[in-house]
């Protein structure tokens, strides 16, 4: 329905390299600590026995996220292209994901196993979606697709009863001697969902297209929705050759006005200012030198109130 970006797989299946890899850790560590509290919530309420699951899945959640930690480090040290930090967020936000579904439902030895396995799923069918040029820019099918039905089959195998709690109905996993049942029912679920998630949402997408485009124009791509959408322009990520490539097509000249982030024009313009008063004092020091040199009565020194005082940060 929309296809790769443009020119996504014209050079290689290699991932595009991180806009900031610096962000992408600091989103994963915003997502990981509100991971816990969604987690815990899982519950509804600390009332009773609840308390304990509550704290049951915080534990889970944190030690799934050491498995798939791991895990995404093993795929990121064994790159042949150095480390490489997009493998160890994946890992660590497939494990979160694989958890997710059971977190009071399993002990701390058995989420990591959980996670693990999450995060390599994750980290391992990344690539493959790139083989089949499916282009997905955040990994969601991986991380949330593939990995959350193994989240989903996982309560199958390794949940416990949560008495009095009556979540698993009192059945528990096939690993707790619970049987075939709870699996059954939990891969039953998966493909309900996988089946219903994929019609409807081909469906919605098809009509919400028909609306309003889905896909952005070429000149919108090119330029990027960060500055065509909410006019904030990077600088050297080729937005501007981007601009000076389009104009002559488009005639855009309103994007043009907007300055880089981290851009401070009155700064800039202090500066500017400051430089070339700096170089009008030396000027008239050199001058007033050369005069004194010409003069029988030289003097050595000369005191010339500068035009802006000297402000330390400035060489």
């Not at 009863?161 to 690993?175: C, D, E, I, K, V």
């Not at 709870?182 to 219903?196: D, E, K, N, P, R």
């Not at 009509?207 to 600088?235: F, N, Q, T, Y």
């Not at 488009?250 to 313009?269: A, C, S, Y």
Request: charged share 15%; with cysteine; aromatic share 12%.
């Amino acid at each position: 329905m929309l296809g790769p970006r443009l020119g996504r797989y014209d050079y290689g299946l290699d991932p595009l390299p991180l806009g900031s890899p610096v962000n992408a850790i600091l989103g994963l560590f915003v997502l990981w600590w509100g991971w816990l509290a969604f987690n815990s919530g899982s519950t509804y309420g600390v009332t009773d026995d609840k308390w304990k699951y509550s704290a049951r899945a915080a534990v889970s959640t944190v030690m799934a996220s050491i498995g798939g930690g791991i895990v995404g480090l093993f795929f990121s040290l064994s790159s042949s292209q150095g480390i490489d930090i997009l493998s160890q967020i994946n890992g660590i936000l497939g494990s979160l994901v694989a958890v997710t579904g059971g977190c009071f439902l399993y002990r701390a030895w058995e989420a990591i196993i959980v996670g693990g396995v999450g995060g390599f799923i994750t980290c391992f069918s990344m690539p493959l979606f790139d083989k089949l040029r499916i282009d997905d820019p955040v990994g969601a099918s991986a991380t949330h697709g593939i990995t959350g039905m193994w989240g989903v089959i996982a309560i199958g195998l390794f949940a416990d009863n949560p008495w009095p709690l009556t979540t698993t109905s009192g059945r528990s996993g096939l690993f707790k001697g619970g049987g075939w049942y709870l699996l059954g029912i939990q891969s039953f679920t998966v493909l309900c969902l996988a089946t219903w998630s994929f019609f409807s949402s081909i469906i919605l997408l098809w009509i919400v297209d028909k609306i309003i485009p889905l896909r952005m124009s070429m000149r919108e791509e090119l330029l990027g929705a960060d500055l065509v959408e909410h006019k904030i322009k990077h600088s050297k990520i080729g937005v501007s050759r981007a601009m000076s490539a389009l104009r002559p097509f488009t005639g855009e000249k309103k994007l043009t006005d907007i300055l880089d982030i981290g851009v401070n024009p009155g700064h800039d313009f202090f500066v500017n200012n400051y430089r070339k008063s700096k170089r009008m004092n030396n000027f008239i020091k050199i001058m007033a030198r050369k005069k004194s040199n010409r003069s029988p009565l030289a003097v050595n020194t000369i005191n010339q109130t500068p035009v802006i005082n000297t402000l330390a940060w400035v060489n």
